[in-house]
């Protein structure tokens, strides 16, 4: 079974900047791709950035020159670097990711989520 775990998340000025990290563990042959997710309060949860095992990234529009999502395979963690965040940006961000138990097969696996606050 594949455990994803947020850490980073927390109180911040607007402008600021947070770094949120998502380690996995567990048995799997790969995961690919990693993203993170967020779900401000009484919205809908929503796609932040996407990565590939290979480092391809996308971004959606609301974050793209803000945030920069990366990865280290060998400790199988991704991160969320988030600079000049705005109080729009104040969501609880989620890890999620295809985990593949061989080459076909996967699950999609989530965290259990990280508050990111952002005071104006």
């Known amino acids: 079974q594949v455990q994803l775990v947020e850490s980073g998340g927390g109180l911040v000025q607007a402008g600021g900047s947070l770094r949120l990290s998502c380690a996995a563990s567990?048995?799997?042959?790969?995961?690919?791709?990693m993203r993170w997710y967020r779900q401000a309060p009484g919205k809908q949860r929503e796609l932040v950035a996407t990565?590939?095992?290979?480092?391809?990234?996308n971004y959606a529009d609301f974050v793209k020159g803000r945030f920069t999502i990366s990865r280290d395979n060998a400790k199988n963690t991704v991160y969320l670097q988030m600079n000049s965040l705005t109080p729009e940006d104040t969501a609880v961000y989620y890890c999620?990711?295809?985990?593949?138990?061989?080459?076909?097969?996967?699950?999609?696996?989530w965290g259990q989520g990280t508050l990111v606050t952002v005071s104006s």
């Open positions: 999620n990711a295809d985990a593949y138990s061989d080459p076909f097969r996967y699950l999609e696996v």
């Open positions: 567990g048995s799997f042959f790969s995961l690919n791709p």
């Open positions: 990565i590939t095992s290979g480092g391809t990234t």
